[in-house]
């Protein structure tokens, strides 16, 4: 990389991104869960928001941007150091909290369900019962998985609801 200003601005986009995902426990390539788990906690964190936008397209695992996959192996190339302080300001990090408690200890499989059913609902625009339906269908969802994720996304919504009120 070389020490221009677009440079500079690349790398500490690249950085807190990096320091995001790494403060969630991800953020690495080396496996293929790995980045899955990158990738799923990224789209999490931007619904958060607590990251960076990124483009996502609805692949085999789930939302995937090719876009936050090439700046990770150029975060790997780059060998950063994440930054893990906690944000400023306060609601930054309260958000980051938030999204922190939302994730838990979800497997990479709950990870792919849960963003999947999002993009059905919030970017293909379906509706509920016919997001379920293609998530069964899409990704051979059992009941139990189902009943996960839609259970994730109403607590996703309540959080949301109350950033809206201000709380």
């Not at 893990?84 to 979800?106: A, H, S, T, V």
Request: aromatic residues 14%.
């Amino acid at each position: 990389m070389t020490n221009t200003k677009t440079d500079n601005k690349k790398y500490d986009v690249l950085l807190y991104v990096y320091s995001v995902l790494k403060r969630l426990g991800c953020g690495d390539v080396n496996t293929f869960e790995q980045r899955l788990k990158s990738q799923k906690t990224q789209y999490f964190a931007q619904l958060f928001g607590v990251s960076l936008r990124y483009p996502y397209n609805l692949y085999l695992n789930g939302p995937y941007s090719p876009t936050l996959a090439q700046d990770l192996y150029q975060i790997k190339e780059f060998k950063m150091k994440p930054m893990l302080e906690e944000f400023i300001p306060e609601e930054l990090e309260q958000r980051f909290k938030d999204l922190k408690i939302f994730m838990g200890d979800m497997t990479a499989r709950q990870l792919e369900l849960s963003a999947t059913y999002h993009w059905l609902l919030r970017v293909a625009d379906l509706d509920r019962s016919a997001a379920e339906k293609k998530l069964v269908k899409l990704k051979d969802s059992s009941e139990s998985e189902l009943t996960y994720v839609i259970n994730k996304f109403k607590e996703y919504e309540q959080i949301k609801k109350n950033y809206k009120q201000g709380s």
